[in-house]
């Protein structure tokens, strides 16, 4: 096509050279030969030929020069558009894409905690299998001792005696060394040690010892309860939860030392009573002297008291208090809360039925009802309230039923 515009385009300025000659002959000959005029009609009909064709050219040129501007703006067009939707579609799997990232994300901090617990329960099983063969071994030790008093009842004589104070201080390092082994463990996972009474203990020593007293009186008071069969399952179960929150913030803070069993290093040779009291007295040594490391640790860990601060007050008040009034007698309440309460200044607000006057600045007064007793007076206590001790402050107020 583009061939044939170019020649269509050369014959027309031939035809119009050949034209233009003729038409120049003419006029230089027409001052001698006397002009014909049809043959000038011709040559003016063939120069408005050409004229006509170069024109047509011309148009036929701009034609399609605009048609191909048209498909050239219509294909920038459609153009855009794909760019625009591959740009819309690259969007959305980006965006997909980062969902999908934040969901895994999400789902690897999820696994930490069960991470942990997997190497938590693993050092576990590592301890127990430790104990096990512990075990094992006080019972392979066992049986050679039973043999090996087979052996002396068949022998006699007096080699029996250093026989005897032989087996003996084995028994006495093997039940030492156990006892040294349960002491640490037990430290390890949370349970509360004795600690001796500081006269002006740093603020982390002193949330230690709140935290090791609370641990103590629960499991105490929880044991009591168990050998009750009269007691509500839902009141011990409260007293083991609350036990175990407070051993959980042992464990965990106590998590940061590396403590393992002091080794015990006695001679066996022993050959008399007096040899053999001095080893026992010599284990019994070492056991306290492992309460003793075990105490400096306890006392020397940082913890943190604005953290602490807010905890101990709100876990006596919430997860003790009002859990268990529900399970205590009023008139015992304040002996039995007296041990917790008293690491917050804080008390029971007493009320005697009957008594004391229901007063709003003191009371949360439900309701009132008709009573044959004084009037204004409290008949019922609905749930007990807190004071601090020092200058009476209400920091829970006693729902009360006033009497009219």
Same mark, same amino acid.
């Given at each position: 096509?583009?061939?044939?515009?170019?020649?269509?385009?050369?014959?027309?300025?031939?035809?119009?050279?050949?034209?233009?000659?003729?038409?120049?002959?003419?006029?230089?000959?027409?001052?001698?030969?006397?002009?014909?005029?049809?043959?000038?009609?011709?040559?003016?009909?063939?120069?408005?030929?050409?004229?006509?064709?170069?024109?047509?050219?011309?148009?036929?040129?701009?034609?399609?020069?605009?048609?191909?501007?048209?498909?050239?703006?219509?294909?920038?067009?459609?153009?855009?558009?794909?760019?625009?939707?591959?740009?819309?579609?690259?969007?959305?799997?980006?965006?997909?894409?980062?969902?999908?990232?934040?969901?895994?994300?999400?789902?690897?901090?999820?696994?930490?905690?069960?991470?942990?617990?997997?190497?938590?329960?693993?050092?576990?099983?590592?301890?127990?299998?430790?104990?096990?063969?512990?075990?094992?071994?006080?019972?392979?030790?066992?049986?050679?001792?039973?043999?090996?008093?087979?052996?002396?009842?068949?022998?006699?004589?007096? $080699?029996?005696?250093?026989?005897?104070?032989? @087996? +003996?201080?084995? !028994? *006495? =390092?093997?039940?030492?060394?156990? /006892?040294? %082994?349960?002491?640490?463990?037990?430290?390890?996972?949370?349970?509360?040690?004795?600690?001796?009474?500081?006269?002006?203990?740093?603020?982390?020593?002193?949330?230690?010892?709140?935290?090791?007293?609370?641990?103590? $009186?629960?499991?105490?008071?929880?044991?009591? @309860? +168990?050998?009750? !069969? *009269? =007691?509500?399952?839902?009141?011990? /179960?409260? %007293?083991?939860?609350?036990?175990?929150?407070?051993?959980?913030?042992?464990?965990?803070?106590?998590?940061?030392?590396?403590?393992?069993?002091?080794?015990?290093?006695?001679?066996?040779?022993?050959?008399?009573?007096?040899?053999?009291?001095?080893?026992?007295?010599?284990?019994?040594?070492?056991?306290?002297?492992?309460?003793?490391?075990?105490?400096?640790?306890?006392?020397?860990?940082?913890?943190?008291?604005?953290?602490?601060?807010?905890?101990?007050?709100?876990?006596?008040?919430?997860?003790?208090?009002?859990?268990?009034?529900?399970?205590?007698?009023?008139?015992?309440?304040?002996?039995?809360?007296?041990?917790?309460?008293?690491?917050?200044?804080?008390?029971?607000?007493?009320?005697?039925?009957?008594?004391?006057?229901?007063?709003?600045?003191?009371?949360?007064?439900?309701?009132?009802?008709?009573?044959?007793?004084?009037?204004?007076?409290?008949?019922?206590?609905?749930?007990?309230?807190?004071?601090?001790?020092?200058?009476?402050?209400?920091?829970?107020?006693?729902?009360?039923?006033?009497?009219?």
């Amino acid at each position: 096509m583009l061939y044939f515009r170019y020649t269509l385009l050369f014959l027309t300025l031939v035809l119009f050279t050949f034209a233009s000659s003729g038409y120049s002959q003419e006029n230089e000959d027409q001052f001698d030969i006397e002009p014909d005029i049809w043959e000038t009609m011709s040559w003016t009909v063939l120069i408005v030929l050409v004229i006509i064709a170069i024109l047509t050219v011309f148009v036929f040129f701009v034609i399609q020069m605009v048609r191909q501007w048209k498909t050239m703006w219509k294909t920038t067009q459609v153009l855009q558009t794909d760019t625009n939707q591959v740009k819309q579609e690259l969007m959305q799997r980006l965006d997909a894409i980062q969902k999908i990232s934040t969901r895994n994300t999400k789902k690897l901090n999820e696994m930490d905690p069960v991470q942990t617990s997997i190497q938590k329960d693993q050092k576990n099983i590592q301890s127990d299998i430790g104990q096990i063969r512990e075990y094992l071994n006080i019972i392979s030790s066992y049986l050679k001792n039973m043999n090996s008093d087979r052996e002396i009842e068949d022998k006699g004589g007096d $080699d029996n005696d250093v026989i005897h104070y032989h @087996l +003996e201080v084995e !028994k *006495t =390092v093997q039940l030492a060394q156990k /006892q040294v %082994l349960t002491l640490v463990e037990a430290y390890k996972s949370g349970e509360p040690i004795d600690l001796v009474a500081i006269e002006n203990p740093t603020p982390s020593q002193n949330v230690m010892i709140i935290l090791n007293s609370m641990a103590y $009186d629960l499991g105490k008071w929880r044991a009591e @309860l +168990e050998q009750d !069969k *009269t =007691v509500d399952p839902e009141f011990v /179960q409260i %007293l083991i939860n609350a036990e175990r929150n407070i051993k959980d913030r042992l464990e965990r803070i106590r998590s940061e030392s590396d403590i393992s069993p002091i080794p015990l290093d006695v001679t066996t040779d022993v050959s008399t009573e007096a040899e053999l009291t001095h080893i026992r007295d010599q284990c019994v040594a070492h056991a306290a002297r492992l309460e003793g490391v075990l105490s400096a640790y306890e006392l020397g860990y940082q913890v943190d008291e604005e953290e602490y601060n807010q905890f101990i007050p709100q876990f006596i008040r919430y997860r003790l208090f009002n859990e268990v009034v529900d399970f205590i007698p009023f008139e015992d309440l304040p002996k039995k809360m007296e041990k917790f309460l008293r690491f917050l200044g804080y008390e029971v607000v007493p009320i005697e039925l009957g008594v004391t006057k229901a007063d709003s600045h003191v009371h949360d007064i439900r309701e009132s009802r008709h009573t044959s007793g004084e009037h204004g007076t409290v008949i019922e206590i609905v749930s007990p309230g807190l004071r601090r001790k020092a200058d009476g402050e209400i920091i829970q107020k006693p729902v009360v039923i006033r009497g009219e």
